[in-house]
């Protein structure tokens, strides 16, 4: 993936201890990648200046086919015939929801490997529980409602807990990095968010500030 910002979101968005992510800048470094480490699945990025990116799709080892999932910010029917065309298995408009990539991915992966790959439905961390699929978030008793960038701002934390997320990094996975935006968009929906998880700034048990970089969610309550 020549896209960073599109690199680091997925590798965070799938980072549940079910995988291991590796990125690589372009087709040749792709290849050559395959038959030493042989993944389970290839996710393109269709809006690389490398030509070769959409011939990595359709890739085997051995007999063995890589199941892949197209990434693009292009919805348009052309770029979606021609990754179907090399053998996609699946195609994702960028930018897109976290939730959505994991829920994707495990899908596409249960149909390759069979039903024995686990699928997450709900993230439990912290005393807190985030429901994927009924995008319903669990405090104890209580129920907050999130708006859809709350819940994926949410996710992306919990899913990654104790690890720093930037306020950049925050921009570029739940908008896009094309997205300009006021310099507290990020800070503004992590205020509104720890107010309905009930969660103060000050003492926190969920999210945490670091000064000068962004925030992460603390691993433990």
């Known amino acids: 993936m020549v896209d960073q910002p599109l690199a680091n979101?997925?590798?965070l968005t799938l980072n549940h201890g079910k995988y291991v992510?590796?990125?690589?800048?372009?087709?040749v470094s792709a290849r050559s990648s395959l038959e030493a480490w042989q993944p389970h699945l290839l996710l393109v990025d269709l809006d690389a200046d490398d030509p070769e990116?959409?011939?990595l799709?359709?890739?085997?080892?051995?007999r063995q086919r890589i199941p892949s999932i197209a990434l693009s910010k292009r919805g348009d029917?052309?770029?979606k015939l021609a990754a179907f065309e090399r053998g996609a298995d699946d195609i994702l408009t960028v930018p897109f929801v976290p939730e959505e990539l994991v829920a994707r991915t495990l899908a596409l992966m249960r149909r390759s490997y069979g039903d024995d790959v686990a699928f997450i439905p709900v993230i439990k961390v912290s005393g807190l529980e985030v429901d994927l699929l009924n995008q319903q978030v669990k405090?104890?008793?209580h129920r907050p409602v999130l708006t859809s960038i709350e819940q994926a701002l949410l996710y992306l934390l919990a899913s990654?807990?104790?690890q720093t997320?930037?306020?950049d990094e925050i921009l570029d996975a739940l908008w896009g990095a094309d997205y300009v935006a006021g310099s507290n968009v990020v800070d503004r929906h992590v205020r509104n968010l720890r107010l309905k998880l009930k969660d103060d700034w000050q003492k926190p048990r969920f999210i945490g500030t670091v000064a000068g970089k962004g925030y992460r969610f603390l691993p433990s309550a």
């Open 57 to 62: 799709i359709g890739q085997r080892i051995g």
């Open 165 to 167: 997320l930037g306020r």
């Open 53 to 55: 990116s959409l011939r």
């Open 9 to 11: 979101l997925v590798a």
């Open 21 to 27: 992510t590796r990125i690589v800048k372009d087709a």
């Open 77 to 79: 029917l052309k770029t």
């Open 139 to 141: 405090v104890g008793k």
């Open 160 to 162: 990654n807990p104790g």
